[in-house]
């Protein structure tokens, strides 16, 4: 049975559903199906309200037009047991979301939203951009999950609201505020993979003041489990320290808050990592330092509105070093927003203006290097509007101006509708459009640790412009007392125009050049929530492709799995007791030089005890049947002191335990 036939689509979306139209087998399954339903744990449990805020507007999370994915809670809480050190597993096991490694010995990774590059993702912080740029590879590696309250994922073009780069999506990490009660969390954190974690999370409040201080302390030794001589996982060490200061008054609140990061990385050559100097050697360093700001303020007007105004300032510095090679500088980056919401008859409106600047200062190693200094910055204006038309038909509408100071003017319309069909059954159509504006800091340019690269000449380049649209369909059943199923189906087509890439010019330097006319995704999710008891199995299936088109010629776009499954079980006892089996399949992925690569799977087991309400401890055993790409082929050619990298397709780290407590106090 077909079931994208089964569901009645406008003319726009037939195009996607020509493409992703397929028969269901029994054996598809899910990790998660909706991120959006909280569960009662037994008959006296408080079931607590989802608010959120990546919308911009004032309606509950049942009544959100846009679609939006929220990880929470159990959620987070499950995959810090499993990776407390960064937030990679946390999103890598959603749907629709493939976390691409994109160095083989350092471990740097990106985020690719329905198989688009990260560079069209945003990454967010409570609403403002921190992670871009020339820290864009590094950080997903350098936020750990214990602050954050949850994750807010839209997937789609969301340029109205955040401007350029959210093309296939954002991703808004939220952080946790003060409790009414005094709260101190600590995680500490073994792995076979020599590494350790310690992360500790305190909050509370003192009359209108409260307060919260996230610190944490990261390391690894180097892990190489292929013994080829390679770390896997390279030799690090990373200190976080992120102190926030909140403030009530009877008409307003606010916070402003510190985040500061510094991490030494060593990948390369294991000889070379535990100290043999004898003789020539292949190692990537990376020194940062990462120092950040962040000020949120609202207030409640007497009209009724409210006043929204928001600053975030980032300096990152970063040093990467390789046998011949150096490359550093320090970007400073800023972001300014004021925004006011308020009613107008049935309609919640949001209406604000946004300055972003990004200032990157190169140091090069000789003056015969190329020089990337750069500056840029873009202004923007933006109206959105969300309405109730009928009891069962609501839409959400907006539109963005914004200027750039080297590619013009870009105007972006968009619009979400929901139709609830019945109490069990929700049906949300989206659309809009998107830009991404070029910039040096491309996983293509990263893989090159920069050497050779040309600057990017802005006269010779355009704004990569996108389309998109999607459809989202929902339904739940209350099969008996105790038994739930939800299932949920999204489609979705996004075109980007003149893609920029890098390609390696005669001289044997690397220049950006838009050779195609437009890059496609297009594919489908779906996902399905089984609940029994203490008993819930989660079902999903991915499909996506994406191509590249120039003229009459087609080609698929590198490093995308066109099939993925997600298959989790959980048994869970609340406050006693949690088991959870995970299976993933990673289909065939075509590599930069036309090939395909292998298929594969990853299985993984985790169990959790808690000892009483206010400590546990976890014990995860991740892909325990030790799936490496290492065991497929080599991962270079060469000479080990000048490898020549194939394309990372499958995991290097193989078979990890990890195990640890958390304690509440």
Do not use: C
Not at 292 to 316: A, K, P, T, W
Not at 476 to 481: D, H
Request: glycine share 8%; no cysteine; hydrophobic share 35%.
């Amino acid at each position: 049975m077909t079931l994208a036939k089964k569901i009645p689509l406008p003319s726009i979306l037939a195009r996607v559903v020509m493409i992703t139209s397929f028969t269901l087998p029994a054996t598809l399954l899910a990790q998660q199906a909706d991120h959006n339903e909280h569960e009662e744990h037994d008959e006296h449990a408080e079931i607590e309200e989802i608010v959120v805020s990546s919308t911009r507007n004032r309606r509950s999370f049942a009544d959100q037009p846009t679609r939006v994915e929220v990880l929470a809670g159990e959620e987070i809480n499950e995959k810090a047991n499993m990776k407390p050190g960064d937030i990679r597993m946390l999103l890598n096991e959603s749907t629709g979301i493939h976390v691409q490694q994109t160095s083989p010995t350092s471990f740097n990774s990106s985020i690719r939203i329905q198989g688009l590059d990260g560079k069209y993702t945003q990454l967010l912080r409570d609403g403002m951009p921190l992670f871009g740029g020339f820290s864009g590879s590094l950080s997903l590696l350098q936020i750990a999950p214990l602050d954050l309250q949850q994750v807010e994922v839209i997937k789609g073009a969301n340029s109205t609201l955040y401007g350029g780069g959210a093309i296939s999506g954002l991703v808004n990490l939220i952080s946790k505020r003060p409790a009414g009660e005094p709260e101190t969390s600590v995680l500490l954190n073994a792995t076979s993979a020599r590494g350790l974690d310690a992360s500790a999370f305190s909050s509370g409040w003192r009359g209108d003041l409260g307060g919260t201080v996230f610190t944490s302390y990261n390391r690894s030794e180097g892990y190489d489990p292929a013994d080829n001589g390679l770390s896997a996982i390279p030799k690090f060490e990373r200190w976080t320290f992120a102190p926030k200061l909140f403030f009530e008054g009877e008409r307003s609140r606010g916070n402003i808050g510190l985040s500061a990061v510094v991490e030494d990385r060593l990948g390369g050559e294991m000889a070379f990592i535990n100290g043999d100097r004898s003789r020539p050697a292949f190692f990537e360093k990376s020194e940062t330092s990462r120092l950040s700001s962040q000020f949120d303020y609202s207030r409640q007007l007497s009209s009724g509105r409210e006043l929204v105004v928001r600053n975030s300032i980032s300096h990152f510095d970063r040093e990467l070093i390789l046998p011949d090679w150096q490359f550093s500088g320090v970007q400073f980056s800023s972001f300014s927003e004021a925004h006011v919401l308020g009613y107008l008859g049935a309609i919640d409106w949001v209406a604000g203006v946004t300055v972003q600047t990004e200032d990157f200062d190169h140091r090069p190693l000789s003056a015969n290097d190329f020089n990337h200094d750069f500056s840029h910055s873009t202004f923007g204006g933006f109206f959105q509007g969300t309405a109730s038309l009928t009891d069962t038909i609501s839409v959400e509408s907006g539109l963005r101006i914004d200027h750039s100071s080297n590619y013009g003017n870009f105007l972006l319309p968009r619009v979400s509708l929901m139709y609830q069909l019945d109490d069990a059954t929700t049906l949300r159509l989206g659309g809009g459009l998107g830009y991404s504006t070029p910039s040096l800091f491309s996983d293509d340019a990263e893989d090159l640790h920069y050497q050779n690269v040309r600057p990017l000449e802005a006269s010779r380049l355009d704004a990569e412009r996108s389309a998109g649209v999607n459809m989202d369909l929902n339904r739940s059943f209350e099969l008996e007392q105790g038994v739930d199923l939800n299932v949920n189906l999204l489609l979705f087509y996004t075109q980007v125009d003149d893609p920029l890439r890098l390609l390696r010019q005669a001289d044997d330097t690397y220049a950006f050049a838009q050779p195609y006319d437009r890059l496609d995704t297009r594919g489908s999710e779906i996902n399905a929530r089984f609940t029994w008891g203490d008993l819930k199995l989660f079902l999903g299936y991915t499909y996506t492709d994406v191509q590249e088109h120039r003229g009459n010629e087609t080609r698929d776009y590198p490093l995308v799995p066109r099939s993925r499954l997600n298959n989790v079980l959980v048994y869970e006892r609340h406050g006693d007791l949690r088991v959870g089996l995970e299976a993933y399949y990673y289909g065939p992925q075509t590599l930069n030089d036309g090939s395909d690569s292998k298929s594969y799977w990853i299985y993984g087991l985790m169990m959790e005890k808690y000892i009483n309400e206010d400590s546990s401890v976890f014990l995860n055993f991740e892909n325990f049947t030790d799936t490496r790409q290492t065991r497929f082929e080599s991962i270079y050619g060469g000479p080990i002191q000048n490898p020549e990298f194939r394309d990372i397709y499958a995991p290097l780290d193989g078979f990890v335990i990890n195990g640890g407590v958390k304690l509440t106090f």
